[in-house]
């Protein structure tokens, strides 16, 4: 049975099954190998792959369950090894998710800030490996385009002294993930390291006000093991008095945060937020909310242009 005989039975099948409403779009990552995306009635986006050693798959769902996605489906292989997927949702703006060989699916993310209004298909266009660029009309009838560089991340080094109860440590760096990637920046976790700190499980953080930090705090941000000059150090400890979900209040020339044990999948990017120069908002759709991440109610949370330039200019991205 040839490929496009077995293509169109798969095609059938979820037409069938599904009730496919969007295009089929197909992209080809190599030679040998072809991944096909569709969207179906329930607003899900839904996938199969062939390659000349298996064959065809069976369709799956995408990325998390993610529904009320409106648009033709965009993809691109930045690489053999790499889709990045693109999609108009049903509130008009631009969503995003990618696979990579080395750690699969990412979770949907909204791209470049929240831009609404924009009706046309999505065209991206990759000049190299580690670029893209997005091209879309608006309803102004003016072309609007937003970019993504590799060069531009944050490096992270990791310090346990406990680990998280509520949301687990690798949930809070993909939540991280999801939302710096949206604007362009890579999160790179550089080392991970557990510290024996019983003294400092329990983080005396005072006001938790940039540029005021205690005696207890300087101890902790003095284990900076791994961490260059312009890298951010996050510690992973038990509580903080008074109790919050983490603090980002740190001593000149050590750029790091604390998260909490009762830290929501946010915390860890709204704390690192602080450590670029962003200030609390009054706005739960945001990651900068000063109303506590755990009532963020747009997930995944927005950064707006503004917040976006301050982040790139910070000397921690590079």
Known sequence: M?????LGQLVQRLRRRRGARSPITAVARNPNHLDLFVTGTDGKIYS?????????????NVSGGAAALGSEITAIARNPNHLDLFVTG??????????????????????SGGAAALTSPITPIARNP???????????????STWWDQSEAVRVHVKVLSEPTTIS???????????????????VIA?????????????????????STTAEQNDLFGHRNNAGANDICVYFLRSTVPPLNGCAAHP??????????VASPWTMGHECGHVLGLVHVNDNDRLMTGNGTWNITNPPPDLIQSEINTMIASPLTS
Do not use: K
Request: aromatic content about 14%.
């Open 2 to 6: 040839g490929c496009g005989e077995r």
């Open 252 to 261: 000149d020339g050590r750029p790091a945060a604390v998260i909490t044990s």
């Open 90 to 111: 049903t509130d008009s703006r631009i969503y995003s998710t990618w696979w990579d060989q080395s750690s699969g699916w990412a979770n949907w993310f909204n791209v």
């Open 48 to 60: 199969t792959w062939w390659d000349q050693s298996v064959g065809w798959v069976n369709w799956f």
């Open 130 to 144: 580690d670029h893209l660029d997005l091209f879309v009309t608006g309803t102004d009838g003016r072309i609007y």
């Open 169 to 187: 440590r690798a949930q809070m760096t993909q939540s991280m993930r999801d939302v710096y990637a949206g604007v362009g920046i890579d999160v």
């Open 191 to 211: 080392s991970e390291e557990t510290l024996n700190l019983p003294l400092l499980n329990d983080l005396d953080v005072g006001t938790c006000v940039v540029g």
